[in-house]
T-cell receptor
């Protein structure tokens, strides 16, 4: 039973390039969450998606960041025109049901983005 | 604004000591409080607390929630070097989790 998978694990981009981070939730999970962890800071919620729907994007920066979770395939977090301040670890988590009593979110290993 | 505050931010103790990590919160639509352990990778789930006053235990770790005073503690007894990690407290509200900044625990051999 594979856990949450993220790729790539490490991504290096130059300023101005695009970064695409992928997340495949656990089998049977239809809810995906993206978090960002800046150096020496806690995890910060970015966006919550269900298949083909963005439920809550209150933590997403207004510009350059977007997320999707298509009917088929992984969830994608896309960062356009990256800047040095985007360097962080990006974690994806999945859960089976929203509003369920069993609302643990299972985390992927993260993608460490470095912007040169 | 919702917030989750952990204390201390860092802690250094000797192997065998007992530690208590604190987490206070101010969150609307509270559903549950979660504790995670984060080493050099993704956080791993430790406990979920929903009801006040009921202690959850797992080996040397235990945790309890006080919904009246809006805080939780995580206890680790007989600490080992493998307990060195960042311990994250988080509150689940609606459909998202709000994390504290974590307590960095370092166990000296």
């Amino acid at each position: 039973n594979a856990g949450v998978m993220q790729n790539p694990r490490h991504l290096v981009r130059r300023r101005g390039q695009e970064a695409r981070l992928r997340c495949s939730p656990m089998k049977g999970h239809s809810h995906v969450y993206w978090y960002r962890q800046l150096p020496e800071e806690g995890l910060k919620f970015m966006v919550y998606l269900q298949k083909e729907n963005i439920i809550d994007e209150s933590g997403m920066p207004k510009e350059r960041f977007s997320a999707e979770f298509p009917k088929e395939g992984p969830s994608i977090l896309r960062i356009q025109q990256v800047v040095r301040g985007d360097s962080a670890a990006y974690f994806c988590a999945s859960s089976p049901l929203a509003g369920s009593k069993y609302n643990e979110q299972f985390f992927g290993p993260g993608t460490r983005l470095t912007v040169l | 604004e919702d917030k989750v505050v952990q204390s201390p931010l860092s802690l250094v103790v000797h192997e065998g000591d007992t530690v208590t990590l604190n987490c206070s919160y101010e969150v609307t639509n509270f559903r549950s409080l979660l504790w995670y352990k984060q080493e050099k990778k993704a956080p791993t789930f430790l406990f979920m607390l929903t009801s006040s006053g009921i202690e959850k235990k797992s080996g040397r770790l235990s945790s309890i929630l006080d919904k009246k005073e809006l805080f939780s503690i995580l206890n680790i007894t007989a600490t080992q070097t493998g307990d060195s990690a960042v311990y994250l407290c988080a509150v689940y509200r609606d459909d998202k989790i709000i994390f504290g900044k974590g307590t960095r625990l370092h166990i000296l051999p």
